[in-house]
T-cell receptor, first 111, second 114 residues
Framework: GENVEQHPSTLSVQEGDSAVIKCTYS??????FPWYKQELGKGPQLIID?????GEKKDQRIAVTLNKTAKHFSLHITETQPEDSAVYFC??????????FGAGTRLTVKP | DAMVIQNPRYQVTQFGKPVTLSCSQT?????MYWYQQKSSQAPKLLFH???????NEADTPDNFQSRRPNTSFCFLDIRSPGLGDAAMYLC?????????????FGDGTRLSIL
């Protein structure tokens, strides 16, 4: 089955700096890569996703890149704000019932 | 407006006492999922319903059961909770089972076992 590794496990940045979280996956058949943000006491919220036929996608301050050859994908947050502080999970799936999550990255943005 | 609603948000039960968690959705999605999330860990899929078809993950303990009486509602039953079952339980939905369907999560029920 699919195995997703996520790094780093914790990340601390100054407000206004960029943050990058990286994930690798094992199954080359994976074709969908969502990123979720989970705030304390809440469920994961989808913030951006990318499909295997696209190399990059951007939504305001958030961007995701996908390298299918190397089987890795990354989340980039620019101009970070304190409200970006949360746990971020990457995931990879072939079919939705086989979605595998990374272990999560706790991002802290210091004002 | 919340689209995947989980009740209650916090549930306390006694060791071995059956407990039921509920999830409802206003998205009219075909697929509903139950995940278990322990502290500082990723969500772990327990099972999912594709319409009325129930699909159990191979490593989900028999202690966990689920019911989906209609499109909108899904329940998680824990027959004899043990201390190791204390966790956040997340419900999610997706429109279909295809590989590129986003999952929409509720805010979870945090289960404590006394």
């Amino acid at each position: 089955g699919e195995n997703v590794e996520q790094h780093p496990s914790t990340l601390s940045v100054q407000e206004g700096d960029s943050a990058v979280i990286k994930c690798t996956y094992s199954d080359s058949a994976s074709n969908y890569f969502p990123w979720y943000k989970q705030e304390l006491g809440k469920g994961p919220q989808l913030i951006i996703d990318i499909r295997s036929n696209v190399g990059e996608k951007k939504d305001q301050r958030i961007a995701v890149t996908l390298n299918k050859t190397a089987k890795h994908f990354s989340l980039h947050i620019t101009e970070t704000q304190p409200e970006d502080s949360a746990v971020y999970f990457c995931a990879a799936s072939i079919n939705n019932n086989d979605m595998r999550f990374g272990a999560g990255t706790r991002l802290t943005v210091k004002p | 407006d919340a689209m995947v609603i989980q009740n209650p948000r916090y549930q306390v039960t006694q060791f071995g006492k059956p407990v039921t968690l509920s999830c409802s959705q206003t998205l009219n999605h075909n697929v509903m999922y139950w995940y278990q999330q322990k502290s500082s860990q990723a969500p772990k899929l327990l099972f999912h319903y594709y319409d009325k078809d129930f699909n159990n993950e191979a490593d989900t303990p028999d202690n966990f059961q689920s019911r989906r009486p209609n499109t909108s509602f899904c329940f998680l039953d824990i027959r004899s909770p043990g201390l190791g079952d204390a966790a956040m339980y997340l419900c999610a939905t997706s429109r279909d089972i295809g590989g590129d369907q986003p999952q929409h999560f509720g805010d979870g029920t945090r289960l404590s076992i006394l």
